[in-house]
């Protein structure tokens, strides 16, 4: 258990459609990543919030975006979908006092049709 | 940016062999190693992950070594079983106060033979 969930689990959307995925970390987790995971690839790094500002971002447009709330709990945004947003979405968060150390939620499957 | 190379895409053991999967990065500023095994279907999980101030790190049957002069880091699981077959996936970050983004490897799929 890592303390890091994500909703939905899966989802299925039309291109052109938009999209909001969700992440609720433990108290303590101040700093909040999204990646993308393609099939059959690695986790590519989206973005990253730290106290509630954006803080590094990958090589993704500026369709996608996000938020960092005062809770801890996250959102990750994508307009105009595209057929190539087909991915696991995945929410990683890092756990005060434990070296940082960075564990992933179960992740969001999202179907752009 | 961060280049992490991985290798082998695919290996195959017999159970009870040892296997290693091998790591590369660019970047000599990073400093947090992971590796992270996927399940079909499932998030990556991490088990077992290093820091550039130590060489080598054992959990089990699960080992890690690091050697920062040649930019590579090394996966070893000892005494193979079923269980261990999946995708595993190194990476590599540069971690600060408030900065942890990873680049991860493409993975290597292992399948551990019965």
């Known amino acids: 258990e890592t303390g890091v969930t994500q909703s939905p689990t899966h989802l299925i959307k039309t291109r052109g459609q938009q999209v909001t995925l969700r992440c609720s970390s433990q108290?303590?987790?101040?700093?909040v990543s999204w990646y993308q995971q393609a099939l059959g690839q690695g986790p590519q790094f989206i973005f990253q919030?730290?106290?509630?500002?954006?803080?590094g971002r990958g090589n993704f447009p500026p369709r996608f975006s996000g938020l960092q709330f005062p809770n801890y709990s996250s959102e990750l945004n994508v307009n105009a979908l595209e057929l190539d947003d087909s991915a696991l979405y995945l929410c990683?968060?890092?756990?005060?006092?434990?070296?940082?150390?960075?564990?992933f939620g179960e992740g969001s499957w999202l179907t752009v049709v | 940016g961060e280049n992490v190379e991985q290798h082998p895409s695919t290996l195959s053991v017999q159970e009870g062999d040892s296997a290693v999967i091998k790591c590369t990065y660019s970047?000599?500023?990073?400093?947090?190693f992971p590796w992270y095994k996927q399940e079909l279907g499932k998030r990556p999980q991490l088990i077992i992950d290093?820091?550039?101030?130590?060489g080598e790190k054992k959990d089990q049957r699960i080992a890690v070594t690091l050697n920062k002069t040649a930019k590579h880091f090394s996966l070893h699981i000892t005494e193979t079983q079923p269980e261990d077959s999946a995708v595993y996936f190194c990476?590599?970050?540069?971690?600060?106060?408030?900065?942890?983004?990873?680049?991860f490897g493409k993975g290597t799929k292992l399948s551990v033979i019965p």
């Open positions: 990683a968060s890092s756990l005060k006092g434990s070296g940082n150390t960075i564990y």
């Open positions: 108290s303590g987790h101040n700093t």
């Open positions: 919030y730290y106290r509630e500002e954006e803080n």
């Open positions: 970047d000599s500023a990073s400093n947090y």
């Open positions: 290093i820091r550039s101030n130590v």
């Open positions: 990476a590599a970050s540069i971690q600060r106060a408030g900065s942890y983004q990873l680049t």
